[in-house]
């Protein structure tokens, strides 16, 4: 069991950056790949980036591409999520999850966080 949780969200103009955080119980660099989500409101669950567990292998989603950079330090058990020159419509519920294979599709991870809010003003 790997239990994750999500930290640095809040309320930020747009243009602005936020860095989002995401701790595991336990190691998981040797075990799991790390993916981030989001969730905005009345919209579908949807992919944002993921990193192999040797960092190694990433991907983003189109749309955050050039301005998200996920990272992991698997000395710390953590993964981040550098967000830059945000938009109002980057506003969301960012998730992290982890999964035994390198992914972007949501039901392939085995364990999630709680979610942590982020909103763009514009």
């Known amino acids: 069991q790997v239990q994750l949780v999500e930290s640095g969200g809040g309320l930020v103009q747009a243009g602005g950056s936020l860095r989002l955080s995401c701790a595991a119980s336990?190691?998981?660099?040797?075990?799991?790949?790390m993916g981030w989500f989001r969730q905005a409101p009345g919209k579908e669950q949807e992919f944002v980036a993921a990193?192999?567990?040797?960092?190694?292998?990433?991907y983003y989603a189109d749309s955050v591409k050039g301005r998200f950079t996920i990272s992991r330090d698997n000395a710390k058990n953590t993964v981040y999520l550098q967000m830059n020159s945000l938009k109002p419509e980057d506003t969301a519920v960012y998730y992290c999850?982890?999964?035994?294979?390198?992914?972007?599709?949501?039901?392939?991870?085995?364990?999630w966080g709680q979610g942590t809010q982020v909103t763009v003003s514009s």
């Open positions: 999850a982890a999964s035994t294979v390198f992914t972007i599709r949501r039901g392939e991870y085995d364990y």
């Open positions: 336990r190691r998981t660099s040797s075990s799991y790949a």
């Open positions: 990193i192999s567990w040797s960092s190694t292998s990433t």
